[in-house]
């Protein structure tokens, strides 16, 4: 039904003001009193399904992407699609506005998206309010910089987000890997990613000791850009800095292999959907294999079938998430590959 009348409706619309009015829509039929429906029709519970990692006890290994729910506005609703995770933001300390529309592309004949948004959100304090109620699911804080904070000073940026919202998010995502940021992966490299992870690791122990609690997992999300010398390097750091995961992997600036043409092909940003696919899936088998699976890896890009999500799972991911074959396929996805899960583990 989704693919077959909603998605060519939805897909007549602009597609930054398809997102607001699916956000709408969610938010409505939810307040009057279709959670329950949603659930009903697309969550799996399975004890099979649950997966611990970090310290934490996700209830299933399928995860709502960053970029989508930017402002912690949605997320327990959203969390009745079958969500195990969502995570939340980029978030920075101050709200910003982000590059201007048109920033949001649909390649219909690749099932990609190129998106430019550059981190437009409310800033990390206004989430933080957003996060004061219960929530009905696992949530990750992924944070970042804002864009005229110059690079020499981006941890200052990342410690104010770190600290506003460690009570209120169960782990946190530091995102150095988005290309609408200028100058943003320059902090992949290996001096100020060290710098960065280490001072971040500092302020996690302070706060524990502070607020008598448990340090919060913290991931680090990379680009699928990267060269294998500079994913020896992601392994090195992750050893060095004792941090406790990678999520692999965020929007490709390769343009390779579209069936698409100019002036989409040609417009600036991050390159999202199914020609990600194998890239992501090939930086998950190598992080796995040359670390001897030493950390955790949340695999994500291009996930649009059950099979895709096996895929990311048997190159070593331990937790998969989603974001463009979620607007591709519709919400069924999600269900669709729990239980195909179920399906490999009952043959
Ligand atoms: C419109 C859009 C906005 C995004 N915004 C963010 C973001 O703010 N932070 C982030 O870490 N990733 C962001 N992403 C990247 C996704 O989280 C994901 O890593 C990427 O799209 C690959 O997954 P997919 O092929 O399933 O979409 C965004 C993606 C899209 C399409």
Sequence with gaps: MYRLIIRPILFLLDP???????????????????????????????????????GLKFKNPVGLAAGFDKNAVLYNELSNFGFGFVEIGTLTPKPQDGNPKKRLFRLKADKAIINRMGFNNN????????????????????????????????????????????????????????????????????????????????????????????????????????????LLDIIEIVDKTKIDGVIATNTTISRDNLKSHAPLVKEAGGLSGAPLKNRSTEVIRFLAQKSNKSFPIIGVGGIHSAEDAIEKLEAGADLIQLWTGFVYEGPGLVKKINKSILEKLNA
């Design 16 to 54: 930054e003001k398809v997102h607001h009015i699916s956000f709408s829509s969610i938010k409505f039929l939810s307040q009057i009193g279709l959670s329950g429906l949603f659930k009903s029709i697309f969550l799996i519970e399975d004890k099979r399904l649950e997966r611990e990692l970090f």
């Design 123 to 230: 800033g990390v304090f206004d989430a933080v309010e957003k996060l004061k109620k219960e929530h009905k699911v696992l949530i990750g804080g992924n944070i970042g910089k804002n864009k005229i904070t110059p690079n020499n000073e981006a941890i200052k940026d990342y410690l104010i987000c770190f600290d506003a919202l460690f009570d209120h998010v169960d782990y946190f995502v530091v995102n150095v890997s988005s290309p609408n940021t200028p100058g943003l992966r320059e902090l992949q490299d290996k001096e100020p990613l060290m710098a960065l992870l280490n001072e971040l690791q500092l302020e996690n122990s302070k706060l524990c000791k502070q607020k008598e609690t448990i340090r919060k997992p913290i991931l680090l999300k990379i680009a699928p850009d990267l060269t294998e010398s500079q």
